[in-house]
């Protein structure tokens, strides 16, 4: 973890960018984050659901829509583009993520023995090095802000789990290049969390035909990563459910 000085409070209307803003805790991420006045840039790669969010979250807040791939080089120089007109970006929230690159269509989750490695190329790219890339480019709208990068992790990242070696590694990494990051940008903060099991549809295709309704709602976490950004901690690796008996304490 790196320490910086006192933290500075973010601008009056900041500008974030969700990535996976469509379904899930994305969604709810970017719903909390209108609430609280900030301007949103918002993607995912289902367009028409991308419309619905903007359109309830455009009575909060500016939004600024455009669906896509994180994976396209395109698409996040227009994400980036965006933020700038906004303002420029205080923070990034890398969240979306793949489980296995291609379509389960109901199956298992595979095992690494037999598994496909075009879908695997697909869960880095997706997980791994989409970020990044995006990362790259907001850098210089971050810095100018005292920024942060917020990367959505997994307890899988760090517990070996029978088929979830591709998404777990790449999660893995995702863990390692933001620690890295996080020396590299001292004056950022630089976040991973992992939320936890949630009831979300990405949690429903990993357990095919399971009755997932023991797991929280992606709501239930929000008020983690509100006290995240209000607090400001030292950049590193965080779970949802410190956060939240953190914030209740």
Not at 17 to 46: C, H, K, M, P
Not at 116 to 134: Q, S
Not at 188 to 198: A, E, F, I
Request: net charge negative.
């Amino acid at each position: 973890m790196n320490t910086t000085d006192t933290p500075q409070p973010p601008p009056a209307h900041p500008v974030a960018v969700v990535t996976g803003a469509s379904r899930g805790l994305g969604l709810e991420l970017a719903r909390f984050l209108a609430e609280d006045g900030w301007q949103l840039v918002i993607t995912a790669r289902g367009a028409a659901e991308l419309s619905a969010v903007e359109s309830r979250l455009s009575r909060l807040t500016t939004v600024i829509a455009l669906a896509g791939s994180v994976v396209d080089d395109d698409h996040r120089a227009d994400l980036a583009a965006a933020a700038d007109r906004l303002g420029g970006a205080a923070l990034l929230v890398n969240n979306a993520s793949t489980l296995t690159g291609y379509d389960l269509a109901g199956a298992a989750l595979p095992a690494l023995a037999e598994f496909p490695l075009p879908g695997l190329l697909e869960t880095f790219e997706v997980n791994v090095l989409g970020p990044i890339a995006l990362t790259q480019l907001l850098l210089p709208q971050l810095r100018s802000h005292d920024g942060a990068m917020l990367a959505i992790s997994s307890d899988a990242a760090v517990e070996a789990y029978a088929g979830w070696g591709g998404y777990g590694a790449s999660k893995a990494a995702l863990d390692h290049a933001c620690a890295v990051l996080a020396v590299e940008e001292p004056g950022l903060r630089v976040w991973t969390v992992d939320p936890g099991d949630l009831r979300t549809r990405m949690h429903q295709e990993a357990f095919p035909g399971e009755d997932i309704s023991d797991r929280p709602l992606p709501q239930t976490v929000v008020p983690a990563f509100r006290a995240l950004l209000r607090d400001r901690p030292a950049s590193g690796r965080y779970r949802a459910a410190d956060l939240l008996a953190a914030a209740v304490g």
